[in-house]
């Protein structure tokens, strides 16, 4: 089977460990196992036989998990554990289309399952978030995308790259519409958890009997190294999904889950979550400060979770040759806008130690003066 090159991912795994500044990555600073885990649970661990997991997950994680989400009725049986969110999201696309259906996806967005879904002939139609917008959907332009083969609404919501959230208000007209039309609601919401205003993002399945969510420790969670994800959803579907997924990759490792365990009881969940939103508030303010020092070359709408920031800049050159000249010449990598579908643009990472993002955007100003002063 051909498959379209995954332009974003392919860069990040090139690049991000060979430069001496990384100022593009999507997550936050990520936790140590040590700082995870107490004593006693390192000693656990240690006795950990490592055995196959179930292949659905081990059942109190998953019980955790679909405590997540405001839905006393759910059980494990409504969850899938997966190898991080992005095997979630291949299932999504394996598991609920066939070749010839049509996808609407939100853009821009992280590109996995559109590079999937048309490496496996489906159709994706594209619905455009704008910048002028403040990277708010209009909904009137999804209605016209919906046609008599339309499958599957996938969004990524706190989205990235724009770290924007969507309203309550539009979340339900999006359900309403779907459901309308028949049509399956995917959420990407592996972003949940990292809102800067310490807000939880409403989760598509508190708000609708039939979508389907993806979730994980990657991003909110900085652990993004366990490799721990998960769908979430009316038990049919996840039951089709685990059938999928046994073609896939078996079952999550013993040790990713039990850390994960750790990490999802409740009060070490909130200690995570607000160090890191700690983290992502205090960078961001230095991020904000950055930029109005650098006048109108660069636009950016502050975002409302996540590690990352949008940014758009003004000057003649395209953002895959910006962003070449930068990692060549001062060892700073950045993803270009053009992973996005969005030239222009280039997506910065929030959530590094303030040390490091200080010291990687001295080295753009440098680069900025030496060739844009
Ligand atoms: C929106 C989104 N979904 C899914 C993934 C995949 O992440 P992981 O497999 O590490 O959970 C990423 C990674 O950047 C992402 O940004």
């Known amino acids: 089977m051909k498959i ?4 974003l991912e392919r860069r990040q795994s090139i690049w991000e460990n ?3 500044y990384n100022l593009t990555e999507s997550g936050i600073h990520p936790l140590s196992l040590g700082e995870l885990l107490t004593e006693d649970e390192q000693k656990e661990l240690l006795e950990l036989e490592l055995g196959y997991g179930q292949t659905n997950g081990d059942d109190r994680l998953r019980d955790q998990i679909a405590s997540l989400y405001d839905r006393p009725s759910w059980s494990r049986e409504n969850v899938l554990v997966t190898n991080g969110s992005s095997e979630a999201n291949l299932l999504a696309v394996y598991s609920w289309l066939e070749p010839g259906d049509e996808l609407i996806f939100m853009m821009p967005n992280y590109q996995q399952m559109n590079g999937l879904a048309e490496s496996l002939d489906m159709k994706v139609k594209h619905w455009w978030l704008r910048e002028e917008d403040a990277w708010l959907p209009r909904l009137d332009e999804l209605e016209n995308l919906i046609s008599d083969r339309t499958r599957m609404i996938a969004v990524c919501n706190p989205n990235n790259p724009t770290g924007r959230v969507l309203p309550k208000t539009m979340m339900q007209e999006l359900v309403e519409l779907a459901d309308q ?21 409403p989760s598509f399945a508190d708000l609708s009997d039939n979508a389907v969510v993806c979730g994980g420790l990657s991003k909110a969670y900085s652990l993004p190294g366990l490799r721990m994800g998960w769908l979430a959803g009316p038990e049919g579907s996840i039951e089709q ?3 999928h997924r046994d073609y896939t990759s078996i079952s999550s490792g013993l040790v990713t889950q039990y850390a994960a365990r750790k990490a999802l009881m409740p009060k070490r969940r909130s200690w995570i979550l607000q160090r890191n939103r700690r983290l992502l508030r205090k960078n961001l303010e ?3 400060q950055w930029t109005r020092k650098h006048n109108s070359r660069f636009h950016f709408s502050d975002p ?5 920031v949008f ?26 806008g053009d992973c996005f579908g969005l030239d222009g643009f280039l997506r910065i990472g929030i959530g590094a130690e303030p040390q490091y993002l200080k010291e990687g955007l001295s080295r753009f100003d440098r680069w900025i003066e030496e060739n844009w002063e």
């Not at 972003?191 to 807000?199: C, F, K």
């Not at 953002?319 to 001062?330: A, G, P, V």
């Open 18 to 20: 060979h430069v001496e």
């Open 286 to 288: 230095y991020f904000q």
């Open 4 to 7: 379209k090159t995954f332009e």
């Open 241 to 243: 999904a685990w059938e």
């Open 311 to 336: 940014l758009r800049y003004v000057e003649d050159i395209s953002s895959r040759e910006l962003t070449r000249r930068l990692r060549e010449r001062e060892s700073v990598f950045l993803v270009a």
């Open 181 to 201: 039309h028949g049509v399956l609601l995917y959420a990407d919401e592996v972003y949940r958890g990292a809102e800067l205003n310490g807000e939880e993002t």
């Open 304 to 308: 409302d979770a996540g590690g990352i």
